[in-house]
């Protein structure tokens, strides 16, 4: 399963990390983002170690979401160093995400 991050978790999480998190951004109430879920779950697994895979749910967890513009869910970002280096809005193919992370490790 994806990490439940929250807004009162995420600096700690996301932002400190020493390995690139990529974090999706949804809604219980969002078809695309029941899609995206079972990606998530497998990348959390295939990337244990190598990097974090977590979820922040947008109705419960404003803050980061509006603060790195979140406007259509699902959105994926993904995190190194605490800056965003990769986005994917909308779902995508798995090895779509994949490349995301790859690309940071």
Same mark, same amino acid.
């Given at each position: 399963?994806?990490?439940?991050? #929250?807004?009162? #978790?995420? %600096? *700690? $999480? $996301?932002?400190?990390? %020493?390995? +690139? $998190?990529?974090?999706?951004?949804?809604? =219980?109430?969002?078809?695309?983002?029941?899609?995206?879920?079972?990606?998530?779950?497998?990348?959390?697994?295939?990337? %244990?170690?190598? &990097?974090?895979?977590?979820?922040?749910?947008?109705? =419960? !967890?404003? *803050?980061? =979401? &509006?603060?790195?513009?979140?406007? !259509?869910? +699902?959105? $994926?970002?993904?995190?190194? !160093? /605490? *800056?965003?280096?990769?986005?994917?809005? /909308?779902?995508?193919?798995?090895? #779509?995400?994949?490349?995301?992370?790859?690309?940071?490790?």
């Amino acid at each position: 399963m994806a990490l439940e991050i #929250t807004d009162a #978790t995420f %600096d *700690e $999480v $996301v932002l400190k990390s %020493d390995k +690139p $998190v990529m974090v999706d951004f949804w809604a =219980a109430w969002c078809g695309p983002c029941r899609m995206v879920a079972p990606i998530m779950d497998q990348l959390t697994t295939e990337y %244990d170690g190598k &990097a974090v895979i977590g979820k922040v749910d947008v109705d =419960a !967890n404003q *803050e980061f =979401a &509006a603060k790195y513009g979140v406007r !259509n869910i +699902p959105t $994926v970002l993904v995190f190194k !160093n /605490g *800056e965003v280096v990769e986005k994917q809005v /909308g779902v995508a193919p798995k090895a #779509t995400y994949a490349q995301k992370i790859d690309a940071h490790l």
